[in-house]
């Protein structure tokens, strides 16, 4: 059994970009078959974790794909296609 590829979405409460990248992300799982989470690096931050917030918090949204940095403010479809395709 093969791990599936992890797509995260840091985003913000109120974020309307972000809830666009959201539904697109969410289109795009069922169709390349990976997982997708969301973090709220506001929440993230309350919790203990302020990292999140202070390296992403000034260009949400950000999409981790496997944890790494892949895009922010708008997906790169066409380079998360040939990603996820590797």
Do not use: Q
């Not at 985003?11 to 969410?26: E, N, P, S, V």
């Not at 922010?72 to 590797?86: F, G, Q, T, V």
């Amino acid at each position: 059994m093969t791990d599936r590829p992890k797509v995260e979405l840091l985003t913000r409460d109120g974020c309307a970009i972000c809830a666009r990248a959201y539904a697109r992300l969410a289109e795009l799982a069922g169709e390349l078959d990976f997982d997708l989470a969301t973090i709220d690096v506001d929440a993230a931050a309350a919790a203990g974790n302020p990292g999140l917030r202070a390296e992403f918090g000034d260009r949400l949204p950000v999409i981790l794909l496997d944890g790494r940095e892949h895009s922010y403010w708008e997906i790169d479809e066409p380079r998360l296609r040939a990603d996820l395709a590797r």
